[in-house]
């Protein structure tokens, strides 16, 4: 590895000990390989090369399930873990959730909240909740956890700059239309503001909520929807989503064996038998895999570096959905 003035001569080092049986050598340098100390922490380097390479320059959109937020330290290591994506090359956009911490306000402030079809009913009080929480507190907290490791983080809603779009979603249940208030889809993307400070070498991070052209109101979108909109819209080359389960259970909630790689048609041939916040989980990844992204993941936000496992490691730790092969659908 050379350092930044690019003198890889100036700091080379004649102490330590050597490891194992390995032949050693005088500080001459000759006659075999002498063996540092960190010996493996330079193997562990390397091993990523691979996957340096492969996802160098490639934007990754990581959605951040509330559910995973369970602790300081997670939330700490997810911060260095989209830092270090950064620092490697890749171009992170965070997009975060934050269901259990908006139904803990709605509770205090004694307003009553259900979920339908894995959304949550918005009444417009709600919704005043909702985007208090998101963009005024959830998302500053990422912000400031990124922003320890440099000028780093900008955080934006679907309000900003057209970001995102929407229009009210009404859910379908068994064939009945559902009113669910301020709950929106999305209509359109203008992913300008997020593609401006990606190339500024920033982290977006993105609170899931947008204003409608019909009606002018806010709505509130679930954020696993929102993440995958816009990893098709930045022609992302992963969706990862970071939730609180290992994976997509096979038989959930009766055996925890996880799929660990689903083509786009096995997921659509799942998807009426999934239930609650897995729905729009998995109906995100769909989307993303047959509109350009490669692969869409969904991986438990509760381990620790998670996301460096994923992406730099032969060790895939969730659900893989990619394309269905050339041919087939
Ligand atoms: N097939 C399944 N596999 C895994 N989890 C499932 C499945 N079906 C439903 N779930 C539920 O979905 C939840 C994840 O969605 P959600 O609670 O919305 O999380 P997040 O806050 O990360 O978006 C899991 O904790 C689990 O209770
Ligand atoms: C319409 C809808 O359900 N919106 C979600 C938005 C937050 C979200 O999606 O948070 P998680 O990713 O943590 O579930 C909600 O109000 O809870």
Request: charged content about 20%.
């Given at each position: 590895m050379?350092?930044d003035s690019?003198?890889?001569t100036?700091?080379?080092?004649?102490?330590t000990t050597?490891?194992?049986?390995?032949?050693t050598?005088?500080a001459?340098?000759t006659?075999?390989t002498?063996r540092?100390t960190?010996?493996?922490?330079?193997?562990t380097?390397?091993e990523a090369?691979?996957?340096?390479t492969?996802?160098?320059?490639?934007?990754?959109?990581?959605k951040?399930g509330?559910n995973a937020m369970?602790?300081?330290e997670?939330?700490a290591?997810?911060?260095?873990?989209?830092v270090?994506?950064?620092h490697?090359?890749?171009?992170p956009?965070?997009?975060?959730?934050?269901g259990?911490?908006?139904?803990r306000?709605l509770d205090?402030m004694g307003i009553?909240s259900?979920?339908?079809?894995?959304?949550r009913?918005?009444t417009?009080?709600?919704m005043?909740?909702?985007r208090m929480v998101?963009?005024?507190q959830?998302?500053r907290e990422l912000?400031?956890?990124?922003?320890?490791?440099g000028p780093l983080?900008?955080?934006?809603?679907?309000?900003?700059a057209?970001?995102?779009?929407?229009?009210?979603?009404?859910?379908?249940?068994?064939?009945?239309r559902?009113d669910?208030?301020?709950v929106g889809?999305?209509?359109?993307?203008?992913?300008?503001a997020?593609?401006a400070l990606l190339d500024d070498?920033?982290?977006?991070?993105i609170s899931?909520i947008?204003r409608s052209?019909d009606d002018?109101?806010?709505?509130?979108?679930?954020a696993d929807t929102a993440?995958?909109?816009l990893?098709?819209?930045?022609?992302?080359?992963?969706?990862?989503v970071?939730?609180?389960?290992e994976?997509l259970?096979e038989?959930w909630?009766?055996s925890?064996e996880?799929?660990?790689?689903?083509?786009a048609?096995?997921?659509e041939?799942?998807?009426p038998?999934?239930?609650?916040g897995?729905?729009?989980k998995?109906?995100?990844?769909l989307?993303?895999?047959r509109?350009?992204v490669?692969t869409?993941?969904v991986?438990?936000g509760r381990?620790?570096?998670?996301i460096l496992?994923e992406?730099f490691?032969?060790?895939?730790?969730?659900t893989?959905?990619?394309?269905?092969?050339e041919g087939?659908s």
């Amino acid at each position: 590895m050379t350092t930044d003035s690019g003198d890889t001569t100036a700091t080379t080092t004649t102490a330590t000990t050597t490891v194992g049986d390995a032949p050693t050598t005088d500080a001459s340098g000759t006659g075999g390989t002498r063996r540092h100390t960190a010996l493996p922490k330079a193997r562990t380097l390397v091993e990523a090369l691979p996957w340096l390479t492969r996802h160098h320059g490639k934007t990754v959109v990581v959605k951040f399930g509330g559910n995973a937020m369970v602790d300081e330290e997670l939330k700490a290591a997810f911060a260095q873990d989209v830092v270090f994506l950064r620092h490697a090359g890749l171009k992170p956009v965070v997009v975060h959730g934050g269901g259990p911490q908006i139904s803990r306000q709605l509770d205090r402030m004694g307003i009553t909240s259900e979920f339908k079809a894995g959304l949550r009913v918005t009444t417009p009080e709600a919704m005043d909740v909702v985007r208090m929480v998101l963009a005024g507190q959830v998302q500053r907290e990422l912000v400031g956890l990124l922003n320890q490791h440099g000028p780093l983080a900008v955080g934006l809603t679907g309000e900003d700059a057209h970001l995102m779009t929407a229009t009210k979603h009404y859910a379908d249940m068994d064939g009945e239309r559902v009113d669910l208030g301020r709950v929106g889809e999305i209509t359109a993307i203008d992913p300008g503001a997020v593609q401006a400070l990606l190339d500024d070498g920033r982290i977006p991070v993105i609170s899931s909520i947008a204003r409608s052209a019909d009606d002018g109101h806010v709505y509130n979108v679930n954020a696993d929807t929102a993440a995958a909109a816009l990893a098709v819209a930045l022609g992302a080359e992963t969706l990862m989503v970071l939730t609180d389960v290992e994976g997509l259970y096979e038989d959930w909630p009766h055996s925890d064996e996880v799929i660990s790689r689903l083509t786009a048609s096995e997921l659509e041939r799942l998807l009426p038998e999934l239930a609650s916040g897995m729905v729009p989980k998995m109906e995100g990844c769909l989307y993303a895999v047959r509109n350009g992204v490669t692969t869409a993941r969904v991986i438990d936000g509760r381990v620790q570096h998670s996301i460096l496992l994923e992406i730099f490691t032969d060790e895939g730790i969730g659900t893989m959905v990619v394309p269905d092969p050339e041919g087939q659908s």
